[in-house]
């Protein structure tokens, strides 16, 4: 959970967002969602990237930094 202290709003993420996407042609794109959610953040916010083959620890990773036990 993460505060905006000038009105003391909350902002909540259940769930990783997704901040860049591919498309069928394999461009890159901004998700607009995800910067509408970006935008009401007052605070710092820490962007984590992983990347690798299937099959090798991933999401291990992020649910081990994030204390969750499944993502």
Known sequence: ????LAVM????????VCIIDTDSDGKL??????????????????????????RTGKSYLMNHLTGKQTG
């Open 1 to 4: 959970m993460l505060y905006d």
């Open 9 to 16: 709003s909350l902002v909540t993420m259940d769930k990783p």
């Open 29 to 54: 794109h901004v998700q607009q969602s995800a910067l509408q959610i970006l935008e009401q953040i007052q605070q710092p916010v820490v962007v984590v990237a992983v990347v690798g083959l299937y």
